[in-house]
């Protein structure tokens, strides 16, 4: 199955090329529903155990660095719902309305 972000103004897919990684939302209840709200969808939005969000809605910050080196989303990281205005200051043309 493709790997899609769940943010409504993203979409942002997996493509083989891309360094954007994907996270799973958080089995903590609170975390969850700290990440609903960051991500601002939809209120019948209900997250399964494949929905994602992408990486672009985390600081460098949000990941830590394990003893093997690579990097990891911290437990407690939260999504920002920076997304629109991200795009905006890169000049990238590729935020396209799509439904
Ligand atoms: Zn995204």
Redesign the pocket.
């Known amino acids: 199955m493709v790997l899609m ?3 409504r ?4 897919k997996h493509t083989k090329n891309s360094d ?1 990684k994907f996270h799973k939302f958080p089995k903590n209840e609170e975390l969850r529903s700290k990440w609903l709200l960051a ?1 601002n969808n939809e209120s019948w939005f209900v997250p399964s155990q494949h929905s994602v ?5 985390f600081d460098m910050s949000d990941y830590e660095t394990n003893a093997l080196g690579n990097k990891k989303l911290k437990i407690a990281a939260i ?1 920002k719902s920076t ?1 629109i205005r991200r795009s905006l200051l890169e000049g990238t043309s590729s935020f396209k309305r799509q439904q």
């Open positions: 972000c769940s943010v103004s993203c979409k942002t954007i991500i969000v992408c990486s672009k809605h999504p997304i």
